[in-house]
């Protein structure tokens, strides 16, 4: 379902994806990095979020992780959900995008991208919808098109991924494939 007070733009700008693209830490995360004693770090993904990405890439619709840190963990939890596009270490993170745009020959207008921090602006620039996760910081929430309700790391992803298959007209084959 779409929220009721989501404007028409929104809705239009969601029904174009073909590529959901989402910064990691402070989307998929909370932000928070946690490191033990011998150095290993570790980070909590929200399992409401993960079926929100199977459910996309079973609609047909792309998704990919662009984040500046490398993670292990990011490579097991995105492999685990069927994530083909991961791209760890990115400082440029705008040239990425723009090279994974190239390959899957897709325009920008059929990007949504989601993040959080001040990296993420160049990628949310010129896209068909920016997000911004409801923590975000308030540069970057200024500048996006749609803001969700949940917190980074907090289910924000699977809003993102509802409101994309919402658009899209998938609620109903969606909802049909759980209640069989």
């Not at 500048?143 to 658009?167: F, N, P, S």
């Amino acid at each position: 379902m779409l929220p009721d007070d989501l404007p028409a733009d929104i809705k239009d700008r969601a029904a174009r994806v073909k590529l959901a693209v989402f910064d990691v830490d402070g989307v998929l995360t909370d932000g928070k990095l946690v490191y033990a004693a011998d150095g290993h770090e570790s980070k909590a993904f929200h399992v409401h979020d993960g079926l929100g990405f199977r459910r996309l890439l079973a609609n047909g619709i792309e998704v990919a992780v662009i984040t500046a840190r490398m993670s292990r963990i990011v490579t097991e939890r995105m492999a685990e959900l069927g994530v083909a596009h991961v791209y760890q270490d990115q400082k440029d993170k705008r040239a990425c995008l723009a090279q994974l745009l190239q390959a899957l020959q897709l325009a920008p207008e059929q990007v949504a991208y989601t993040g959080d921090d001040l990296p993420d602006l160049a990628p949310m620039q010129g896209i068909g919808l920016a997000i911004a996760v409801a923590n975000a910081h308030p540069w970057v929430r200024e500048r996006a098109h749609w803001r969700t309700r949940h917190a980074g790391g907090d289910g924000a992803a699977r809003e993102v991924c509802d409101l994309l298959l919402a658009a899209q007209g998938k609620v109903a084959s969606e909802l049909a494939a759980f209640l069989r």
